[in-house]
Every structure is written in structure tokens, then in C-alpha cells.
T-cell receptor
Framework: GAGVSQTPSNKVTEKGKYVELRCDPI?????LYWYRQSLGQGPEFLIY????????DSGLPNDRFFAVRPEGSVSTLKIQRTERGDSAVYLC???????????FGQGTRLTVV | AQSVTQLGSHVSVSEGALVLLRCNYS??????LFWYVQYPNQGLQLLLK??????LVKGINGFEAEFKKSETSFHLTKPSAHMSDAAEYFC????????????FGGGTRVLVKP
């Protein structure tokens, strides 16, 4: 596709469950970012990948959150033992390299009930 | 550490009136600055960016922003609001080190009245 694709667009899960959120970046983009946007707030940085490696994971809130990008393309954000406070829109973005414009996907709205 | 403050979480303007959205940043070195727009149920779209070239930056949809180092500001303006401008707008800052990590403000929701 032409843009960043995120699946699913919506996810409802029960407290304590495990969830995976997927991001397909623009083809050829080496840099990939995850952000979290809580209701009424601006996006907050979670993690940045350059290629397959996490170059900066300083935004991950705790060890329940983990992300991978095994082949340097698709990335998965994994959340264990979900809590109601994890409810938010999770945004993925990619850029050709770390110094160029980042393009955002439409996000995955996660609701923990 | 970098931070961004957007004054006013909601702004209401009449169609045809000036749109002014305020953004102030805090950064130890002159940063890169961005304005993004988010329409309902859509991702963030880049409106314009400042990367240390001209201080007056023109973007898409008739928007422009002026970088004022002395005021640490990067306010967004549009001379004449259109109904289609109703959306949420985010100011963001990024340091010049590689990594493209953006720090966003809290956003300003714009309502356009007919």
C-alpha cells in the first residue's frame, strides 16, 4: 500500500489479556516509530526502530510493553497483562531514514474493559 | 529535555476569519518544529515544518507558521478559515540528533462556525 497500515483499527480486550498491534510501514522506510495517544492528549513517544533494532525504547512505560521488528519491515507492539489505563490510540509512523519526514498510520484504538 | 505548550485546547472561529494557533517550545538547542493536523478517525498529517531555513514556513491548505527564536514560538496561522479546517492541530518539536523522536503538544481542537 501507499501509506502506513495498522491493524486492527479497533481492539477491545479484557483486563489482564495479551494484545498485539501490527504496523506495516511504507515500503523501503528504515525508521519506524510507535506513539500512544490518550484521550484529549498529544501523542507520546514509545519506541523507535532503525532497521531491526530498537534504537530508542525510552518511552515504553513499563515491562508489560514490548515491540519487535524482526525483518526490518513490519513491527508488532505487544502488551501483556493489559490494564484499563492502557486504553488509547496507538500510532505507528515510518520514515525513509531518521532525518526525514515521518508518515503516520491511522492508528489502532485499544480499549481495555 | 524538550517540551511543547499549546495555548488553548479549543479554538472557535467563524468561517472566513483568521485562524491563530499558539505553540511555544522549550529546547536546549534550536530544534526542528512541526505542525500536524488530525481529522476525526484519521492519522496525523504534516502541515508544515521548520528546519532552520526560512523562519516563515508555508504549508499545505493555506497554513503558515513563523519561527521566532526570541519568543521560542512557532504559531500557526491561516488568513481565512474554511469549514474543512475543523480538526485537531498538534505542534511538535524534534531535536537535531538522528532518531526523529517527536515531542508533541497537547493539541488544539478547531471548530469553524458558519
Amino acid at each position: 500500500g501507499a501509506g502506513v497500515s495498522q491493524t486492527p483499527s479497533n481492539k477491545v480486550t479484557e483486563k489482564g489479556k495479551y494484545v498485539e498491534l501490527r504496523c506495516d510501514p511504507i515500503s523501503g522506510h528504515t525508521a519506524l516509530y510507535w506513539y500512544r495517544q490518550s484521550l484529549g492528549q498529544g501523542p507520546e513517544f514509545l519506541i523507535y526502530f532503525q532497521g531491526t533494532g530498537a534504537a530508542d525504547d525510552s518511552g515504553l512505560p513499563n515491562d508489560r510493553f514490548f515491540a519487535v521488528r524482526p525483518e526490518g519491515s513490519v513491527s508488532t507492539l505487544k502488551i501483556q497483562r493489559t490494564e484499563r489505563g492502557d486504553s488509547a490510540v496507538y500510532l505507528c509512523a515510518s520514515s525513509l531514514d531518521p532525518n526525514t519526514e515521518a508518515f503516520f498510520g491511522q492508528g489502532t484504538r485499544l480499549t481495555v474493559v | 529535555a524538550q517540551s511543547v505548550t499549546q495555548l488553548g485546547s479549543h479554538v472557535s472561529v467563524s468561517e472566513g476569519a483568521l485562524v491563530l494557533l499558539r505553540c511555544n517550545y522549550s529546547s536546549s538547542v534550536p530544534p526542528y518544529l512541526f505542525w500536524y493536523v488530525q481529522y476525526p478517525n484519521q492519522g496525523l498529517q504534516l502541515l508544515l515544518k521548520y528546519t532552520s531555513a526560512a523562519t516563515l514556513v508555508k504549508g499545505i491548505n493555506g497554513f503558515e507558521a513563523e519561527f521566532k527564536k526570541s519568543e521560542t514560538s512557532f504559531h500557526l496561522t491561516k488568513p481565512s478559515a474554511h469549514m474543512s479546517d475543523a480538526a485537531e492541530y498538534f505542534c511538535a518539536v524534534r531535536g537535531k540528533a538522528a532518531g526523529n523522536k517527536l515531542t508533541f503538544g497537547g493539541g488544539t481542537r478547531v471548530l469553524v462556525k458558519p
